[in-house]
């Protein structure tokens, strides 16, 4: 068997909840230590700063900050990963589970980093996990293609349905730049970086099993 397709041993250890601890503590690290320590511009993804410092690590650690101005983009990336990721952990494993989450947050973030630079925007910061939150969403409505997703908790939407439909609006969004300052571009890098994760490394076809 490929190592690109070799299993990990299966294990469930609820490591969303982790995540989303470690989410919610460092957006309230930022309000304790603001002032005193800049972790924003240390650790958000600024194209300028990864640049001209060398700081590549923000690939990886603007997925653990959001906007301290909004507490619902926190709530929403969390509420996202509450519902969708403890369903696709269970089916992946929690190995694979972190190894997807990551891979497809820290590819959605590079990708990004050159799509501000090519478009003039290096001045940029980007921040959030909504590149792995989309990479979720879209691991939820391949594996459980049949779920039915209640939007607003009225409008009942097959799982494939509404990652397609969100999708679909990101795109629009980020052709028209309506939407607000929304990192459309990230939430679709992720999104795609997912589906081409399941096609190498599980060898499933994404729009396959959710026609299932």
Known sequence: MSIIRRPFRYSNDNTV???IGL???VYIAIHVFRGSIPIIPFFAMNPVLVIRQGWFWQFF???????PHSLTHLFFNMFALFIFGRQVEHQMGSREFLLYYFLTGILAGIFSFFAYLFTGNAFITLMGASGAIFAIQLAFAVFFPRSV???W???PLKAPV????FTALQLIFMVTGRGGNVAHVTHLAGFAFGWVYFIVRFGIDPWRAMRR
């Open 149 to 151: 997703i209640y939007i």
């Open 153 to 155: 908790g009225i409008l």
């Open 17 to 19: 909840f982790i995540l």
């Open 61 to 67: 650690t603007y997925m653990f900050i959001h906007d």
């Open 162 to 165: 509404m990652v397609l439909g």
């Open 23 to 25: 989410n919610i503590l």
